[in-house]
């Protein structure tokens, strides 16, 4: 062979290796993690909206804004909220509101083995009195739990959410439940 097409072989041998070696932009690469078998993606965490802001839920006793507390953000002291209620607020309240903001506040917090295992002790169907933030919360949880379960990668970034209170006001021709109030001073 010519030493020209030697070269122009070379190039284009080594052209296609390197295209050959790029994957897809956002495709999983080995990394050396914490524990050195880790997989990191180099895509950005799919962003999920927290639920609308707008009810307060408030859980009782002790009177938590346990609602209004996952809707801002406020992940950790929901958790702390959640883990302070006793058998008083099972009784008041019900299990499934209990196992459902526990569930909300692992999850909000990335703790997703936590959260599945809370969200595994929900009834089916849930019971959640009838109340729109509870029910609110529960379809915004249900798939971030089923996905996670097909996918233990999952792990969203949880953002704000831009979109209307998700129930009723008095102003709407609501029966009076007192879904809607201040916002909870930190």
Known sequence: ????????????????????????????VSGDGANGASEETTEEREEVALPAGGPVDPVVPPNTPAYELLAAGRCAELQGAVEGWGEEVVEVEGADTVELYRSAAHA?????????????????????????????VYAWLEP?????RADPGFEPEFVASGGSPPCPTDADGDDGEPTVGPTVES
């Open 1 to 28: 062979m010519r030493p020209r097409r030697r070269f122009a072989s070379t190039v284009l041998i080594a052209g296609a290796l390197l295209l050959a070696s790029c994957g897809e932009e956002g495709s999983q």
């Open 108 to 136: 909000c917090l990335g703790e997703w083995d936590q959260a599945v295992e809370a969200f595994g002790r929900i009834g089916t169907p849930p019971d959640l009195g009838d109340r729109c933030p509870r029910e609110t």
């Open 144 to 148: 971030l739990v089923e996905a996670r």
